[in-house]
């Protein structure tokens, strides 16, 4: 059976009960005098809370552990790192001396479960979030969280409100967000992780196994190209149900959209006839011989602008109004673009590139908003095709769509090795060591994770306690043992500086706070506002 995700610290009910009902607010930035953080006369507050309520369906929410109203330390940390989590808590305990290591993760809601008393102790009075960072971002960035399902009519009655001490990110460009917005004056480094794609145990439907063998004597056929190939193909094929990324709250996406893009180049780059029978996006077939790259292009041909029930064309006829996505988040691939407005899926000649957006405007593509839940909850069924077709993922019975593949970190799939779960696998098979795509030419590297502590800290002795400890030996230990990629002391010394932000005027858009940036050379190269203030 495959491992769920209910075994860190406390539980959802424990958090509900004791929760702050606060309301959203759309307050902005205003200068003045005296105020939380020590900036001049006519600069910015430290933060203002800003912008809509975070969402996340109620069926989500099992990664929300303790008590917001009694803890003594509250974290936002990227979702992943629920594989680690538990351990990660009772170590800290013994790094700042309020337990010995062996303080019970998590408790049944029944006669054994924890007592009043077990929820104020010092070694469990803690607040953890672990989902996708860009929602804590928001939450973070508006002060609340509103738990419900997709219907806006179906709202649960309440939000609530936590004043979080530390936030993780899975990259720099959140870490960046909430530095405009007043949030944070640094970011440092502390694990990396990589890329996989999960599949059910044995890989039923050949996800980047298929070998191509051009029969011309006169072009390199291998395996590390026929893999790369494969996984492209297969992730926009109308015989493949993807599981795919939230491209605006899911940290992970940053890295799978960099992985497509890379993938392609690569492909062109070694690029060889390819022989093959092939299912579109649409469902039409193709039996012949080709360059590998006309292959992709006729593929992308097919999703360049949303296709009838993709989630692209979903999320913007209904307005989704949980994830408040807007109509410029992409649709259009030969139009798609990211904030610094570069192009992401068209290459400068003009040719489709390989991204996100092209997955998500597939038919029979899931879009995630908690993808280390849904993407191996979606997988672990009765593997029958007859249920699933070109245009529609069917209502599974466990509660989650169903799935052929899903990007996950390594240490998602280490997570299962570990717990002896023979239920998915990945594309290099289960040792952890070979966990993830091969890194062909450099196509799918380390990923770096960062810490911040906030402004909204209540407790920033033990907030940087808990950063100081996850940088330290003894918590790169927990990280490394659940399988993610411990760093060295001069990449420990690497993150971002982040200056008070400062009204930019600009051309297109309205005036908007900006934080300069720089590189970060070791402890005290930041201005540490918030820390000395």
Same mark, same amino acid.
């Given at each position: ?236 094929? !109308?015989? /493949?149900?993807?599981?795919?990324? &939230?491209? @605006? *709250?899911?940290?992970?996406?940053? $890295? ?121 909850? !979606?997988? /672990?069924?009765?593997?029958?095709? &007859?249920? @699933? *077709?070109?245009?529609?993922?069917? $209502? ?138």
């Amino acid at each position: 059976m495959l491992k769920t995700t209910k075994h860190v610290t406390k539980t959802l009910s424990a958090a509900i009960a004791a929760v702050v009902i606060a309301g959203g607010t759309s307050a902005v930035h205003a200068g003045g005098k005296g105020y939380a953080h020590g900036y001049a006369y006519g600069a910015p507050t430290s933060y203002t809370l800003q912008g809509t309520c975070a969402f996340l369906p109620a069926d989500r929410a099992t990664e929300f552990h303790g008590n917001p109203d009694r803890s003594t330390l509250n974290l936002g940390m990227a979702g992943n790192q629920w594989v680690v989590f538990d351990k990660a808590m009772q170590q800290f305990n013994v790094y700042v001396g309020k337990g010995v290591g062996d303080e019970p993760a998590h408790r049944p809601n029944d006669d054994k479960g924890f007592t009043l008393a077990d929820l104020n102790d010092d070694a469990n009075r803690y607040f953890i979030e672990l989902i996708p960072p860009g929602q804590i971002r928001k939450q973070i960035k508006s002060g609340c969280m509103t738990l419900g399902n997709d219907e806006e009519r179906n709202f649960l009655p309440g939000n609530y409100q936590v004043d979080f001490d530390v936030f993780a990110s899975t990259n720099y460009d959140l870490m960046q967000d909430l530095a405009n917005a007043g949030f944070i004056d640094e970011a440092v480094p502390y694990i990396s992780n990589r890329l996989d794609l999960m599949v059910v145990e044995g890989n039923p439907k050949g996800i980047g196994s298929d070998y191509y063998d051009d029969g011309d004597s006169n072009t390199t056929n291998d395996a590390e190209f026929s893999k790369q190939f494969d996984i492209i193909m297969d992730l926009l094929s !109308g015989d /493949v149900v993807a599981s795919s990324l &939230d491209h @605006i *709250n899911e940290g992970i996406h940053n $890295a799978a959209n960099g992985y497509m893009k890379k993938a392609h180049s690569y492909v062109i780059d070694n690029d060889r006839l390819v022989d093959m029978a092939y299912t579109f996006a649409d469902g039409k077939t193709a039996n012949k011989k080709q360059l590998a790259s006309a292959w992709i292009q006729e593929a992308l041909n097919k999703v360049a602008t949303p296709m009838e029930g993709s989630p692209s064309a979903e999320r913007l006829v209904s307005r989704d109004a949980g994830e408040k996505h807007d109509e410029d988040d992409g649709h259009d691939m030969a139009t798609f673009t990211d904030d610094d407005d570069v192009l992401q899926c068209v290459f400068p000649n003009g040719d489709l590139r390989f991204c996100e957006i092209a997955v998500l405007n597939k038919a029979n593509t899931h879009e995630s908003r908690v993808h280390h839940v849904e993407t191996p909850g !979606g997988l /672990v069924r009765e593997d029958n095709p &007859d249920t @699933i *077709n070109v245009v529609e993922v069917p $209502a599974p019975e466990n509660g989650f769509a169903y799935v052929d593949v899903g990007f996950v970190w390594i240490t998602e799939l280490a997570y299962q090795i570990n717990n002896g779960n023979t239920a998915v696998t990945g594309m290099s098979g289960r040792t952890i060591g070979g966990l993830g795509i091969p890194n062909t030419e450099n196509v799918n590297g380390d990923k770096t994770y960062s810490l911040a502590l906030l402004a909204t800290s209540k407790n920033k002795w033990l907030g940087r306690q808990f950063i100081d400890f996850l940088r330290s030996p003894a918590g790169q230990a927990v990280y490394t043992a659940g399988g993610f990629t411990g760093l060295k002391d001069a990449q420990l010394d690497g993150g971002r500086c982040y200056a008070p932000p400062e009204l930019v005027e600009t051309p297109e858009e309205d005036p908007k706070w900006v934080s300069d940036d720089s590189p970060r050379n070791g402890d005290g190269s930041c201005a540490d506002w918030l820390r000395n203030n």
